[in-house]
């Protein structure tokens, strides 16, 4: 029987991580001699994600993002403190099959998450471990592949594929077992601009359209200004969180922990510091003309 553990009344999160540290032990080199060295990669964490929230998490190389999404999909548990996933608590060993369907991981490299020569049956890999019947597996695999928009391409080799196109079928196999969230762990950081677009319109529309919860790892500041709301991690530490808009106006703040903005951002930023009175959380460039077209009526 799986209990779960009810938050703020009758509202259930998807996400509901409390004072979350996690450890781990490295063998380092001391004076010629393997020395094992306790560090820790998640100090206090407190993140809490609402069922059908788009979220970023942002964070330099090393600043723990990566071991946080991990705690996510129970493939590793907290030294301190709980994670609940639906209510879910991820150290109830008994707990993890239905955590990881409920939230569903895509990583980096697509290559390294396809299993098969076929790509109807990489989809079908995934609800055929869960033991879900014949029938009930060829309509998940069609309906996926429609979902992320490679509909027809059920015979194809992935391998020929593109990587966008690739990522979209680690997704559709995701998808597939009906997760009610999914973790992206810099899902476009291997590919092109044109395949980031198709990863990133395939996630906007599983979030708009079919309300599955995103929380995407990254570190192209573009993708994260289009989140609900951003979190950013820093030596292990959550140290800002907030909507886009609250985060990248704060440009210098986020400077001093090795992030950038959006280019448009960095460019009002730079403008401001000429003199010019413009606003100074602008995301987009359509903000950035209605702006300009704003100072120009006013002279």
Same mark, same amino acid.
């Given at each position: 029987?799986?209990?779960? &553990?009810? +938050?703020?009344?009758?509202?259930?999160?998807?996400?509901? &991580?409390?004072?979350?540290?996690? %450890?781990?032990?490295?063998?380092? %080199?001391?004076? *010629?001699?393997?020395?094992?060295?306790?560090?820790?990669?998640?100090?206090?964490?407190?993140?809490?994600?609402?069922? *059908?929230?788009?979220?970023?998490?942002?964070? #330099?190389?090393?600043?723990?993002?990566?071991?946080?999404?991990? #705690?996510?999909?129970?493939?590793?548990?907290?030294?301190?403190?709980?994670?609940? $996933?639906?209510?879910?608590?991820?150290?109830?060993?008994?707990?993890?099959?239905? $955590?990881?369907?409920?939230?569903?991981?895509?990583? =980096?490299?697509?290559?390294?998450?396809?299993?098969?020569?076929?790509?109807?049956?990489?989809?079908?890999?995934?609800?055929?471990?869960?033991?879900?019947?014949?029938?009930?597996?060829?309509?998940?695999?069609?309906?996926?592949?429609?979902?992320? *928009?490679?509909?027809?391409?059920? +015979?194809?080799?992935?391998?020929?594929?593109?990587?966008? =196109?690739?990522?979209?079928?680690?997704?559709? *196999?995701?998808?597939?077992?009906?997760?009610?969230?999914? @973790?992206?762990? %810099?899902?476009? &950081?291997?590919?092109?601009?044109?395949?980031?677009?198709?990863?990133?319109?395939?996630? #906007?529309?599983?979030? +708009?359209?079919?309300? $599955?919860?995103?929380?995407?790892?990254?570190?192209?500041?573009?993708?994260?200004?289009?989140?609900?709301?951003?979190?950013?991690?820093?030596?292990? !530490?959550?140290?800002?969180?907030?909507?886009? !808009?609250?985060?990248?106006?704060?440009?210098?703040?986020?400077?001093?922990?090795?992030?950038? @903005?959006? =280019?448009?951002?960095?460019?009002?930023?730079?403008?401001?510091?000429?003199?010019?009175?413009?606003?100074?959380?602008?995301?987009?460039?359509?903000?950035?003309?209605?702006?300009?077209?704003?100072?120009?009526?006013? $002279?």
């Amino acid at each position: 029987m799986i209990k779960k &553990a009810c +938050k703020d009344g009758d509202i259930m999160k998807m996400v509901d &991580a409390k004072n979350v540290s996690y %450890e781990y032990t490295k063998i380092v %080199e001391v004076q *010629g001699e393997n020395t094992e060295r306790k560090l820790m990669a998640l100090e206090d964490i407190n993140v809490e994600i609402e069922k *059908g929230e788009f979220v970023a998490v942002l964070g #330099h190389n090393g600043s723990g993002k990566s071991t946080f999404a991990k #705690h996510l999909n129970a493939l590793v548990t907290p030294s301190e403190g709980t994670v609940w $996933i639906d209510g879910m608590d991820t150290k109830n060993d008994e707990l993890v099959w239905n $955590i990881r369907q409920s939230t569903g991981m895509v990583f =980096q490299n697509p290559d390294n998450q396809l299993v098969a020569t076929v790509v109807e049956e990489d989809i079908a890999f995934g609800p055929e471990n869960l033991g879900v019947e014949s029938s009930e597996i060829r309509r998940r695999v069609d309906e996926a592949l429609k979902m992320v *928009g490679m509909d027809g391409f059920q +015979k194809d080799t992935p391998s020929k594929l593109s990587g966008g =196109q690739k990522q979209r079928i680690a997704i559709a *196999g995701i998808l597939a077992m009906k997760p009610q969230c999914i @973790v992206l762990d %810099e899902p476009t &950081a291997m590919l092109d601009p044109h395949g980031r677009k198709e990863v990133m319109d395939t996630i #906007h529309r599983l979030n +708009k359209e079919n309300g $599955i919860t995103i929380i995407l790892i990254t570190h192209y500041m573009n993708e994260a200004a289009t989140a609900d709301r951003i979190y950013v991690i820093d030596d292990g !530490k959550l140290v800002m969180q907030g909507k886009p !808009k609250e985060i990248f106006s704060q440009v210098e703040k986020l400077k001093s922990y090795g992030l950038d @903005v959006p =280019q448009v951002t960095e460019t009002a930023y730079n403008v401001r510091k000429m003199g010019i009175d413009i606003p100074q959380d602008i995301l987009t460039v359509d903000e950035m003309v209605g702006a300009i077209c704003q100072l120009k009526s006013t $002279i």
